[in-house]
Every structure is written in structure tokens, then in C-alpha cells.
């Protein structure tokens, strides 16, 4: 992959982690576009990588928040953050059991799947449209709304359907205060791709390759940098109901792959 490239996709990837445009839908258009030819498990270590940047990006962004949620846990009462860190818990559990026993079929769906693409973006769309014209309440995210919404994370898992769109528009349709959806939504993934690195790296599916090594480095540096900036971004935008104005763009990129995969 040439350097130029990396640094493409990984400003994809940093913008579209945190914006509700689906990172995975855009890096599989990205990489048909610049023709990147890899397969299926190649092409996954990159987007492994860059979103164990964005997952960095995050720990910055909301590092108050982290080490308020630690110094509670430490006082090992059944306190607010404990709370809060046993939903995170809950909400993993869904995605966690789809990439234990689907995760070579997962791993299909990211070699150059244009269509599917395409049409999961429309659905991410619709999901977007519905949030934005929910109304805005003060309720905290519970322990059932928890693992809902992490059903919808693992359905986010598909290319193409957004992973903060759907958790974030799940979590708002559940009548949540919209600040605190985009706050736990962002939060909950970062344990699942901590997870999803060591059980690759323990299983041998990422291996040292010093021929993508700068790739690599330069890819992660320009998703960790436009992340930052994306995650700020976003929490502005759910907070002031503007997803619309994103679901109208992932409905023209949608209809614009599907026509582009069905002409090939």
C-alpha cells in the first residue's frame, strides 16, 4: 500500500469512527477506489489498526471521564461509575459472542462487498433520520437499554451500518439524554477492539510485516489525529440534532455504491 493511500484511509477512518457515516463502509469504498487489492485477512489488519487508533483518540478525548470511572471502581461500592462500567460490560456481550463464532464470515464481508455496502449505509440512514427527530430527555442509559444497545453494535459490525449511528440513534430512540448516548457509545467499543487486538495478536492473526510497517504507522497517526477531531465534532452534533444532515449524505453514497457495484 502506497503511503499516500494509508494516509487517505486513515483520515477516513478517524472522521468516520466517531461521524454516523459507518467507518467500515467507507474504508471498503476507499480501498476500491484506490484499487487496494488485498485480501479479505490483509485488508483487515489494516482496519484493525486504525481502529486501535481511533480507540486511542477516545481514551484522549474522554480521559476525565476514564479516570473519574477508575477512582470510583476502586472504591468497590455499588457506586455510579461501578454502575456505569458493569453496562459497559453488558452492552459488550452481543458483539462479543457474533466475533467469537462469526468471525470468518465477518471477515468475508470486508473483501470489496460494494453492495452490501451500499445498501447498509441507506439502512444507517434511516436509523439516523429516527434519532435525529427523537425528543431530548435527561434519562441516564439502564442496564436493559445497555444490552440493546449492544445488539445494535454487533449488528454495526455489517460494513456499511454506522457503529455510532446505530448505537448512538438506538440508545436516543430508547428515550436517553442524547449527550449521554454519544458519551457511552463512544466509551462502550473501546474495550471490544482492545479485546479484538490481543485476541489477534495471541492467536497469530497479526503478525510484525516490516514491508507494511510505515504504511501501518502512517495510517494509524492519521486516523489517531482526525479522530480527535471527528469524536469533539460529534458530540457537538448529537447534542445540537443535526444526524440529519448525515443521513441525507449516507443516502447518496449508498445509492451511488450500489449503482457503481451493480455496473461493474
Not at 484522549?60 to 454502575?83: A, P, S, Y
Amino acid at each position: 500500500m502506497e503511503i499516500i493511500d494509508a494516509i487517505i484511509l486513515g483520515i477516513i477512518q478517524g472522521l468516520t469512527e466517531f461521524l454516523p457515516v459507518s467507518s467500515s463502509g467507507h474504508l471498503e469504498l476507499g480501498k476500491a477506489i484506490l484499487g487496494d487489492n488485498s485480501v479479505p485477512k490483509e485488508s483487515l489488519l489494516f482496519t484493525v489498526v486504525l481502529h486501535f487508533a481511533t480507540a486511542l483518540s477516545t481514551i484522549v478525548i474522554f480521559r476525565k471521564d476514564i479516570l473519574h470511572i477508575i477512582k470510583g471502581i476502586l472504591k468497590f461500592e455499588w457506586n455510579e461509575d461501578m454502575q456505569f462500567l458493569v453496562k459497559i460490560v453488558v452492552s459488550m456481550i452481543p458483539a462479543t459472542v457474533v466475533g467469537l463464532f462469526f468471525e470468518e464470515q465477518l471477515e468475508q464481508l470486508f473483501g470489496g462487498n460494494i453492495m452490501l455496502v451500499g445498501f447498509m449505509l441507506i439502512v444507517t440512514a434511516v436509523l439516523l433520520f429516527l434519532a435525529d427527530r427523537a425528543k431530548d430527555t435527561s434519562k441516564s442509559v439502564s442496564f436493559s437499554n445497555a444490552f440493546v444497545i449492544g445488539i445494535s453494535q454487533a449488528i454495526a459490525m455489517l460494513p456499511g451500518i454506522s457503529r455510532s449511528g446505530a448505537t448512538i440513534s438506538t440508545s436516543v430512540l430508547l428515550g436517553n439524554d442524547k449527550t449521554k448516548a454519544a458519551r457511552f457509545s463512544f466509551l462502550m467499543v473501546v474495550p471490544l477492539i482492545f479485546g479484538k487486538i490481543a485476541k489477534d495478536i495471541f492467536s497469530g492473526d497479526i503478525t510484525y510485516d516490516s514491508t507494511n510497517f510505515t504504511s501501518l504507522s502512517i495510517g494509524f497517526v492519521a486516523a489517531f489525529i482526525a479522530g480527535l477531531i471527528a469524536c469533539k465534532w460529534m458530540i457537538a452534533l448529537v447534542k445540537q440534532s443535526k444526524l440529519t444532515y448525515f443521513a441525507i449524505y449516507c443516502i447518496i453514497v449508498g445509492l451511488i455504491a450500489i449503482i457503481w457495484s451493480a455496473t461493474q
